[in-house]
């Protein structure tokens, strides 16, 4: 979208004066480029609009459902009474502000620049640089380049003469050799070889050498003129400084955003710049600040002093987000339960437990860590401990059920005693460190006395699990080194009824002794189940609500203006924050069948005013307007911010609403 003004008349129009004069001209009056709103007119051009055809008058209803008319009017002076009256849009607009719509987390920032007649020179080159001010930010944009017909011609004449300077590099390293002489000198010396001239048949240098006593490199070196060869590179080595010499001023399209040649000049130069930038949080304000350069050739004759920045103000439909919590039902249950287990090996039919089998030690160490955390846990109480234990399949059914349930007993007494000595180890620091608890007696005064810790014993319950097949089957289809094969013949085991039968039948294939090595120790694990208790609590069950952290996310994720990331969280609660957000990413559709199952608050009147708009339904959204403000006055202002609602503000001239006046 860009717009350029640049009146061109019949014959080239000569410059008054394009020196120093014209340059002291412009320093003594102060002549600038400008940066304006698109429709302002400055204070050196005027420019006019024709008036639009609109229509002016809506019939609404208000919140009591009575009819409303709306329509362009003025007070008779003699009568008092409101009357309709045709009013013509204002071209001038003169404020160095304006307020810009976010829509899909993208704002343009329109304006133009425009360069006085006085600043144009067909000898000179205009560089503009407008500069972006954001949160404490600032960016240069992409300059804006008016140059003179006679400047294009001089960059242009620079090149040709590079080029021309280029064409006399040799390329083709033939013309380095005296052919003819060459050619002459074959024919006299090397008939046999000029004879071959026509030939295409390939002759090596050293055969040539064995026959005539000189090779071919030998012959084309003596007739190569050298002179020509170190001209040319040292051409070519000057190649940079000949383009520095001739090309001054390159034309690049690199960071410009318009340049632009004028032919001949009459009147001011105007260019409707566009730029676009991604929303982010916090962005409450944009400026944008204009300066320049005038050159001639390389020479920099003028500096234009920066211009008074013109700010863009963000409305930005995210400021309606609603910040108050969003509550979850939570049932917290008294009883918890908390699962471990460990691998621990065994001696074949034995129960006790060795440390210094396998990596019993890391695991039993692992398992003691987690008893010791629930022992000082300040939120819960060990209640009880269930330990089952299982066995790998190797023997009878009925000997593994009960090695199982010995080894499971056996595991309950090994911590059973070292919860009785870690509490012993407690006690005795305790009293070490002279710890007492404070009273108060009968006569109110303190009593301090040893403390005396009466814990109650922790219940273990052991649970014979017998042969883990079910661990088997998830090891055998996981393993990488068993084959298909192995795996498939593992698997035609499964239908037979008898266990004890499935394994004997099982220590014929060739695969299990690498089975029984490496997956049966897996199988011998023991399980903890912790069961705990909430200190203090004595229900069963308590319903409490908790803040929805996930919800809340979403709501700041929106309040910063990251819709993308906002609206996969606020989807499925489908409620007025999710409305929000499909109006600030423009899904207009969306947004609308959720609001207009809302109940009409002040706020989603006010959104589906600014919906009807965009969807071209003007009574609607002046209906919804209307009813916005009623409800929330403060709106009244905030309509007038917002570049979408302002605009059926001023068609309708909703702003003269007066108190308890109707249109």
């Known amino acids: 979208m860009r717009r350029i003004t640049l009146p061109v008349i019949a014959g080239a129009i000569i410059l008054s004066c394009s020196g120093p004069g014209k340059i002291e001209s412009i320093r003594t009056e102060g002549v600038s480029a400008q940066i304006v709103l698109p429709g302002d007119s400055g204070p050196d051009i005027e420019r006019r609009i024709a008036p639009e055809a609109r229509r002016?008058?809506?019939?609404?209803?208000?919140?009591?459902?009575?009819?409303?008319?709306?329509?362009?009017?003025?007070?008779?002076?003699?009568?008092?009474?409101?009357?309709?009256?045709?009013?013509?849009?204002?071209?001038?607009?003169?404020?160095?502000?304006?307020?810009?719509?976010?829509?899909?987390?993208?704002?343009?920032?329109?304006?133009?620049?425009?360069?006085?007649?006085?600043m144009q020179d067909l000898e000179w080159q205009l560089r503009f640089h407008p500069d972006m001010f954001i949160l404490g930010d600032s960016t240069r944009l992409d300059a804006l380049h008016v140059t003179g017909a006679n400047y294009r011609k001089a960059q242009l004449r620079g090149y040709q003469q590079y080029e021309k300077f280029l064409s006399t590099i040799i390329s083709d390293?033939?013309?380095?050799?005296?052919?003819?002489?060459?050619?002459?000198?074959?024919?006299?010396?090397?008939?046999?070889?000029?004879?071959?001239?026509?030939?295409?048949?390939?002759v090596s240098d050293e055969s040539m050498k064995s026959f005539f006593g000189v090779t071919e490199k030998e012959a084309i070196d003596h007739y190569t003129r050298g002179f020509m060869i170190r001209m040319n590179e040292r051409r070519i080595a000057r190649r940079e400084a000949m383009y520095r010499k001739y090309v001054k001023v390159p034309i690049s399209g690199s960071g410009i955003r318009l340049d632009t040649v004028i032919r001949s000049v009459n009147g001011d130069f105007i260019y409707e710049y566009v730029q676009t930038i991604q929303t982010r949080p916090k962005l409450r304000k944009v400026d944008i600040v204009l300066s320049g350069d005038i050159y001639k050739s390389d020479e920099k004759l003028y500096t234009m002093s920066r211009s008074?920045?013109?700010?863009?103000?963000?409305?930005?439909?995210?400021?309606f987000t609603d910040n108050r919590e969003r509550y979850l039902t939570k049932v917290i249950e008294r009883r918890v339960e908390a699962k471990t287990a460990c691998y621990v090996d065994f001696a074949s039919g034995k129960a006790d437990i060795d440390l210094s089998l396998g990596h019993n030690e890391t695991e039993v160490g692992r398992i003691r860590d987690n008893v010791r955390d629930l022992l000082e846990d300040t939120k819960f109480d060990l209640d009880s401990i269930v330990i089952t234990a299982s066995a790998s399949p190797e023997g009878s059914l009925e000997q593994n059920n009960r090695l199982s349930e010995r080894r499971?007993?056996?595991?309950?007494?090994?911590?059973?005693?070292?919860?009785?000595?870690?509490?012993?180890?407690?006690?005795?620091?305790?009293?070490?460190?002279?710890?007492?608890?404070?009273?108060?007696?009968?006569?109110?005064?303190?009593?301090?006395?040893?403390?005396?810790?009466?814990?109650?014993?922790?219940?273990?319950?052991?649970?014979?699990?017998?042969?883990?097949w079910k661990m088997l089957d998830f090891l055998v289809s996981a393993d990488t080194v068993m084959t298909s094969a192995d795996k498939e013949k593992y698997l035609s085991k499964s239908t037979l009824a008898d266990i004890d039968e499935r394994e004997r039948s099982m220590q014929k294939d060739s695969y299990y002794k690498y089975m029984r090595q490496h997956l049966y120790p897996r199988l011998r694990t023991v399980r903890f189940d912790f069961h705990l208790?909430?200190?203090?609590?004595?229900?069963?069950?308590?319903?409490?609500?908790?803040?929805?952290?996930?919800?809340?996310?979403?709501?700041?994720?929106?309040?910063?203006?990251?819709?993308?990331?906002?609206?996969?969280?606020?989807?499925?609660?489908?409620?007025?924050?999710?409305?929000?957000?499909?109006?600030?990413?423009?899904m207009n559709r969306s947004a609308?069948?959720?609001?207009?199952?809302?109940?009409?608050?002040?706020?989603?009147?006010?959104?589906?005013?600014?919906?009807?708009y965009r969807e071209g339904d003007d009574r609607?959204?002046?209906?919804?307007?209307?009813?916005?403000?009623?409800?929330?006055?403060?709106?009244?202002?905030?309509?007038?911010?917002?570049?979408?609602?302002?605009?059926i503000i001023h068609r309708y001239g909703l702003d003269k609403r007066n108190g308890n006046e109707s249109y």
């Open 56 to 118: 002016d008058t809506l019939k609404v209803k208000d919140l009591e459902g009575n009819e409303v008319t709306i329509m362009r009017a003025v007070r008779d002076e003699e009568t008092g009474e409101m009357v309709a009256t045709e009013t013509l849009d204002a071209a001038v607009i003169t404020a160095r502000f304006r307020n810009v719509a976010e829509r899909h987390g993208k704002i343009d920032l329109r304006f133009d620049i425009i360069v006085p007649e006085k």
């Open 173 to 202: 390293t033939t013309r380095f050799i005296d052919l003819r002489n060459l050619e002459i000198f074959i024919e006299r010396n090397l008939p046999e070889i000029y004879a071959l001239r026509q030939d295409s048949s390939f």
């Open 308 to 319: 008074e920045p013109l700010s863009f103000y963000i409305s930005s439909i995210s400021s």
């Open 408 to 468: 499971a007993d056996a595991v309950g007494n090994y911590f059973r005693n070292f919860i009785d000595e870690y509490r012993d180890s407690l006690r005795r620091a305790l009293r070490e460190e002279g710890g007492f608890s404070i009273a108060v007696g009968a006569d109110g005064e303190e009593d301090i006395s040893a403390v005396t810790e009466t814990e109650k014993p922790i219940p273990f319950r052991s649970h014979a699990g017998g042969e883990n």
């Open 533 to 586: 208790l909430r200190k203090g609590m004595v229900k069963d069950t308590v319903h409490t609500t908790v803040p929805d952290s996930v919800y809340m996310r979403g709501v700041a994720l929106l309040r910063d203006r990251e819709y993308d990331k906002a609206l996969p969280i606020l989807r499925p609660y489908a409620d007025f924050n999710t409305a929000v957000c499909y109006v600030s990413l423009d």
């Open 592 to 612: 609308m069948a959720l609001l207009e199952g809302m109940e009409r608050t002040a706020n989603v009147n006010y959104l589906l005013a600014l919906l009807h």
């Open 620 to 647: 609607k959204a002046v209906e919804c307007y209307l009813h916005a403000c009623a409800e929330d006055p403060s709106l009244i202002h905030r309509g007038n911010l917002d570049p979408e609602i302002s605009a």
